[in-house]
């Protein structure tokens, strides 16, 4: 083990479920003050990240690489029109949801499942996340069951997702799910998906359900006005269920919520917000409604990959605002340890998750933030750790074969570990 610094996440070796310590953007030596400090701050501080999406957060890089292992499988028509929706920054609505159907058409089997998890989980390290919930809605492959793609990288801190426009069987299957691995590196449930579609009142019974189960629940609420919900009393509906955090809340109006529900945490996604077009100028954002209203909030990604963002970018959105300054980061920081979904205090018991994990409770990770919080109030900043062995990096290498026997598909070799160089080989 190590001591933590800055910039540092806890990542995971999906298969075998160990950890590791890898160093993200190096903190510099000697003392750092006045004006260079304050543009190094972004670098420096810690973040927690309590709203991505799996596919949503696969960055340009990663989508480059699944087209490289398509090539021949795909038409290379189809493979172009993808490169053009990559290569092109300024993404609109529309290009940002073709994005997310080509996603679904290269993330097919469960090897690039894997891979492009450990690429998700390295970028937000870069970033400086030491926290991460991720999401995602299960997904059968051909020849293999949904539990099956949970258990080959389940060592993240995962939230189950159910697709609000599925019907209440699969929103079932998927809570069941999240039951089977809960305390086992699932925290929750997460209720997404079309705004525009589906039927809540069918799936009020699962979430119920969840809850019963003890899972930690957040729903996106109010994405799109009242008027265009399918249900018209759909946001009252999701409110009753008292969600442990409130996805996006949009169109709520915090300065009239009830009482009840003003304590509930909101996961605030600007440039998502900005994109999909819910919100039409930082300046109308309702961060500013809810840092009025005194209703606890988390600056968040949604979906970093699609939306060409990074949480770094994402807080320095929140500051140029006006609402939030830099020296209101410590104190949102610590009070967003509140809103994870780890238990309070650390389990009486472990699991094979929990046993290899220093991160098993809010109050351990508010004592190691709070520690490194310190440590920026002193003239010289900690020095980088040294470099440590990285066995879940996105560098580590994978052959990959094509197989043409019943499919055209890539399919990832199973990885050897090589005990003295730390990288994976075929």
Known sequence: RCSMQPGWVETIMCDARYFSFCPGPQTPRGGVDGPEREELLPQ????????????????????????????????????????????????????????????????????????????VLAEFEADGVIYLELRTTPKCFLGSTKREEQSSWLSCRLIVSIDRTKGFKEAMENVMIAEEFFGDGVVGVDLSGDPFKGNIKELIPALEYARRCGLKLTVHVAEIPRSQTPCEDEIDILLALQPDRIGHGTHLDFATLPHNYSKIPVEVCLTSNLRCGTVDDLSNHHLQDIVQSNQPFAICTDDKGIFNTT????????????????????????????????????????SAFTSHDWCHSQQ???????????????????????????????????????????????????????????????
């Open 44 to 119: 420096l501080l810690l973040e927690m990240e309590l709203h991505a999406h799996l596919n949503g957060s696969i960055s340009d890089d990663t989508m480059h690489k699944l087209l490289s292992y398509k090539e021949g499988v795909i038409p290379e028509k189809e493979l172009e029109e993808i490169r053009t929706l990559i290569v092109c920054k300024d993404r609109t609505l529309i290009r940002c949801f073709q994005l997310f159907t080509y996603i679904h058409l290269l993330v097919d089997n469960l090897p690039v499942l894997e891979l492009v998890t450990r690429d």
């Open 311 to 350: 949480l770094s970018e994402e807080w320095q959105l929140a500051y140029s605002t006006g609402i939030l300054n830099k020296e209101d980061y410590p104190s949102v920081l610590l009070c967003m340890v509140d809103y994870t979904f780890l238990p309070c205090t650390p389990p009486t018991t472990t």
């Open 364 to 426: 351990c990770l508010r004592k190691r933030i709070s520690k490194i919080l310190d440590s920026y109030h002193v003239n010289e900043f900690p020095a980088p750790a040294p470099p440590m062995p990285h066995w879940s990096s996105p560098s580590a290498i994978f052959q990959l074969q094509h197989c043409r026997a019943s499919q055209d598909s890539y399919i990832l070799s199973p990885p050897i570990c090589d005990q003295e160089s730390y990288v994976y080989r075929n």
